[in-house]
Nanobody, 117 residues
Framework: QVRLVESGGTLVEAGGSLRLSCKTSGIILSVFTGHAMDWYRQAPGKQRELVATIESNRDTNYADSVKGRFTISRDNVRRTVYLQMNGLKPEDTAHYYC????????WGQGTQVTVSS
């Protein structure tokens, strides 16, 4: 059974940093490494938005709102993707989710990030 488990979210002051983790299980290595992974977030009353992507070749893309502050990375051996978030702002407050491109319809429970001003 394929699972995605996000962790690392918490309450942090503006300007602080957090590192989110997304641990996958049940995905064979070649499938995990052969596809991109994404981090999304959803704030109350808003649509889910794509925050960051890391391709199979480790190329990365970011939403303009987080560019220069967030860094996505992946550890293929651990089948885990990370989101390092620096310079956090209150507008980064949201529930964060990861997604594997081969399993587009599969979502974990997410992890809550709350940034106080």
């Amino acid at each position: 059974q394929v699972r995605l488990v996000e962790s690392g979210g918490t309450l942090v002051e503006a300007g602080g940093s957090l590192r989110l983790s997304c641990k996958t299980s049940g995905i064979i290595l070649s499938v995990f490494t052969g596809h991109a992974m994404d981090w999304y977030r959803q704030a109350p009353g808003k649509q889910r938005e794509l925050v960051a992507t890391i391709e199979s070749n480790r190329d990365t893309n970011y939403a303009d709102s987080v560019k220069g502050r967030f860094t996505i990375s992946r550890d293929n051996v651990r089948r885990t993707v990370y989101l390092q978030m620096n310079g956090l702002k209150p507008e980064d407050t949201a529930h964060y989710y990861c997604n594997h491109r081969y399993y587009r319809d599969l979502w974990g429970q997410g992890t809550q990030v709350t940034v106080s001003s």
